[in-house]
Nanobody, 123 residues
Framework: VQLQASGGGLVQAGGSLRLSCAASGSIYTIDDMGWYRQAPGKERELVATITSGASTTYADSVKGRFTISRDNAKNTVYLQMDSLKPEDTSVYYC??????????????????WGQGTQVTVSS
């Protein structure tokens, strides 16, 4: 499955941005989708995830400020980021898990990363 992310940019503290990530690969059924971020010199960390049934999880640092959603018909996941802080500055990556079945009925599970989109929040 291939992922194409968009929507990053430069914003002042307190502002908002909306990230989008579209998954392609029509033979696969998209399962969980999520957003991660990685700041310079730091490890990649989970921001938010959403299941195919729309159950969500959030990192404590973004709860109440970020909202993850998805459009299953478009295989697209969104991240609405409000009340942005300078510490939210990172490269944001989307991730998706997907599956399909072989002719024999065996499941094949795959996962992919988007290319990353830069979010910069100025103070």
């Amino acid at each position: 499955v291939q992922l194409q992310a968009s929507g990053g940019g430069l914003v002042q503290a307190g502002g908002s941005l909306r990230l989008s990530c579209a998954a392609s690969g029509s033979i696969y059924t998209i399962d969980d989708m999520g957003w991660y971020r990685q700041a310079p010199g730091k490890e990649r960390e989970l921001v938010a995830t959403i299941t195919s049934g729309a159950s969500t999880t959030y990192a404590d640092s973004v709860k109440g400020r970020f909202t993850i959603s998805r459009d299953n018909a478009k295989n697209t996941v969104y991240l609405q980021m409000d009340s942005l802080k300078p510490e939210d500055t990172s490269v944001y990556y989307c991730r998706a898990h997907a599956h399909r079945y072989t002719e024999g009925g065996s499941p094949i599970v795959v996962a992919g990363w988007g290319q990353g989109t830069q979010v910069t929040v100025s103070s």
